[in-house]
């Protein structure tokens, strides 16, 4: 399969086909670091996330549109208010989802699969009736368009390594958040022991809300950064979800940093495959690849070890 | 203990009967044939329901890969009746007579090796069998040897079905691609379109409901049955006492492949073609709420769920189109906030009670003589 590429064609592909995989990790990080979040902290299977990150995705559109017509002097920079929007809109959606449904099966927790799924199927629909079954795409300001050219062969688009930028900002945020505030230290005290946690004072309820929250609202971040490499649809939340679990449980449920790598090593695989077969061929074997390994080390790349 | 001295306990029987009663004749009386054969499509999901209910309800296993092997089922009988639909007469217009058409479509000018065994319909009911049972042996042991339960199984039993639709929809020359196998014609040269085909078809169908109901009902029966319920309780307890966890939990898992199998089987006859679209997650996780809605340890309950769900996604969906997903998604929310125990639990907890009073108070009225004889079994009038 090579035979036909000479050595600099080929390493020119190789960087081309790695930074498309590295857009695709962006987008796998931030949609799994919410869901991550949420499984792995609170064991909670989220099947709407995809849908959150919708809403965040939709979010961005309709700030976009106002400022088209309202502020075109600052449209260049409206994507960081759409961005904090989508999180507030999604976090906000996220507590009162749980808040409403998820608190009452914390022991169940298949139920809670079922139930988030019923939810993803009412808010397809809700997005369908709102905002029209056609995809939407917005504008990107004019910053934002064009390519960055490296070498002569190799060129990279600006709104890629905006969003890589973008991701890696929001995972440095989230392992602060997590790993040295305080808040983030009740959340991981939780987690261990809820029991314990709850003598010594922590509020687990107060907790757990703002935990499914913050996992919500980095969702509608992932959706507000997934409108700047594609167009959004009431479905395009489901697209993503499946290949957002395997990501979480790939890496293994509990750890940020297992998480990351495994978002790596999935899209790497994936978009340096495509290049040699058919897309669908391309997914077939990584999402093979990933069950074969889940099967030989159920407990992922990276596991914490908790006593039970 | 006495309950398991007999086959069915009472309110089993009436189950059974009822059941029966409008399976076998109230509702081919009542509905015209198009209505029946949506009804036979409906309860190609009732085997799918029955499965579910021995693996989640009984074992604790959630699968949200029933699709896999409802497909598996579907499309290896959809090749047998494809190969028969494609003979070199029916298709000589093509560039290479005698292979379905959707491979002429793809430029592919051979049979395929794994198509060739499909031309003979015993090979095609073994596999019906064999594949989705030994795939989810596979699977089963992979997981379950390593104690993989749970939300893990879930996921990773979805993941298997994304894989599959991925690779049906991908492998166009092989499967027909998204458009799946249509076009079947012919069961051992007897034409399936026709009216009196589509109600023999019927009551084969309803007779095999009948016969994977009462494998259920003998396997929640026996020991078997009672391990079951004790791993999903306390698993560990379980294996403490010296039982294979993982052994049970892959037999009940293949029973449950191998029924939503003969569910696909079923599919592809009645309906008369077989698509990735009821492989993928949606249709998997679907098929768990009929499962739901019907009550999780009821077997009875699960066909009706199955027919009720698709009755109203049917009704709904013709009449509002756009209120179907809501009401779909409220009924999963509602079925697991309010209803863990569907309409099963209902009727137990509502109806059941009320009639168990009305006949004791019947009984008391008509002396203490009577009541002995009643009270020992006596099977519902």
């Known amino acids: 399969m090579f035979g036909d590429y000479s050595i600099g064609d080929l390493g020119s592909i190789f960087v081309m086909q790695g930074f498309a995989g590295l857009i695709l990790f962006s987008v796998y990080v931030l949609m799994a670091l919410g869901l991550a979040i949420i499984f792995g902290q609170m064991g909670v299977i989220n099947m709407a996330h995809g849908e959150f990150m919708i809403l965040g995705a939709y979010v961005t559109w309709m700030t976009s549109n106002l400022f088209q017509s309202y502020l075109p002097g600052l449209f260049s920079g409206y994507f960081f208010l759409a961005m904090m929007l989508a999180f507030l809109a999604s976090g906000a959606l996220g507590m009162l989802v749980e808040w409403g449904l998820i608190r009452h099966l914390y022991k169940r927790p298949l139920d809670t699969l079922l139930a988030t799924w019923g939810l993803s199927l009412i808010l397809q629909q809700a997005y369908r009736s709102v905002f029209g079954a056609r995809e939407v795409g917005v504008e990107l300001p004019q910053w934002m368009l064009g390519s960055l050219k490296v070498t002569d062969s190799i060129e990279v688009p600006i709104n890629g390594i905006f969003v890589m930028g973008l991701t890696v900002s929001i995972t440095c945020a989230v392992a602060y958040v997590i790993y040295k505030s305080r808040w983030g230290r009740q959340v991981r005290a939780v987690v261990q022991n809820r029991i314990m946690a709850g003598a010594v004072g922590i509020n687990t309820e107060k907790v757990d809300r703002y935990t499914y929250g913050l996992g919500c609202g980095i969702a509608g971040i992932a959706g507000s950064a997934f409108t700047m490499i594609g167009s959004t649809g009431p479905t395009s939340g489901q697209l993503y979800i499946v290949d957002t679990f395997l990501v979480v449980v790939f890496g293994g449920a509990a750890s940020l940093l297992g998480t990351i790598a495994s978002a790596f090593s999935i899209s790497q695989t994936q978009s340096t495959l495509e290049f040699f077969m058919s897309g669908s061929m391309a997914k077939v074997l990584t999402l093979l690849a990933v069950v074969g390994i889940l099967m030989l080390r159920p407990q992922g790349l990276f596991s914490l070890k908790v006593r039970k | ?381």
């Open chain 2, 1 to 381: 203990m006495i309950i398991n001295s007999r086959f069915f306990n009472r309110s089993e029987l009436i189950g059974f009967v009822a059941l029966g009663l409008v399976l076998f004749v109230i509702l081919p009386l009542s509905l015209d044939v198009f209505r029946l054969n949506l009804v036979a499509k409906y309860l190609t999901y009732a085997f799918v329901a029955i499965g579910l209910v021995l693996c989640w309800g009984y074992g604790g296993i959630l699968s949200l890969g029933q699709g896999v092997f409802f497909g598996l089922g579907g499309y290896c009988m959809a090749m047998f009746l494809k190969l028969e639909a494609s003979s070199v007469e029916n298709t000589k217009i093509q560039s290479t007579p005698g292979i379905p058409d959707f491979m002429d479509w793809n430029q592919i000018t051979a049979l395929p090796l794994f198509w060739q065994p499909f031309h003979s319909l015993t090979f095609t009911v073994l596999a019906i069998i064999l594949v989705p049972g030994l795939f989810a042996l596979i699977i089963g042991t992979a997981m379950f040897k390593r104690r993989v339960g749970g939300t893990y199984f879930a996921i990773i039993t979805q993941a298997v079905a994304a894989i599959l639709t991925i690779l049906i929809v991908g492998q166009q020359g092989y499967t027909g691609g998204i458009n799946g196998m249509t076009d079947l014609r012919t069961l051992k040269g007897w034409d399936i379109r026709p009216d009196h085909a589509k109600v023999v078809l019927y009551f084969f169908e309803v007779f095999l409901l009948f016969g994977c109901i009462l494998i259920a009902q003998f396997i929640r029966l026996t020991k078997l049955g009672r391990i079951l319920v004790a791993m999903r309780e306390q698993e560990d307890r379980v294996r403490f006492s010296g039982y294979s966890v993982a052994n049970f939990k892959i037999f009940a898992f293949c029973m449950a492949a191998i029924f939503a199998a003969i569910g696909g089987a079923m599919f592809a006859l009645n309906v008369g073609f077989m698509s990735p679209s009821f492989v993928g997650i949606v249709p998997s996780i679907e098929m768990v709420i009929y499962t739901a809605v019907g009550g999780r340890t009821s077997i009875f309950g699960a066909v009706w769920g199955a027919l009720l769900v698709n009755f109203a996604k049917t009704g709904l969906s013709e009449s509002f189109p756009q209120l179907w997903l809501f009401g779909l998604g409220a009924l999963f929310i509602a079925v697991v906030l309010a209803f863990p125990n569907g309409l099963s639990g209902i009727w137990a907890d509502h109806v059941q009670s009320r009639i168990d009073r009305l006949v004791s108070s019947i009984k008391k009225k008509s002396g203490d003589w009577t009541s002995n004889s009643v009270a020992d079994g006596a099977p519902a009038e």
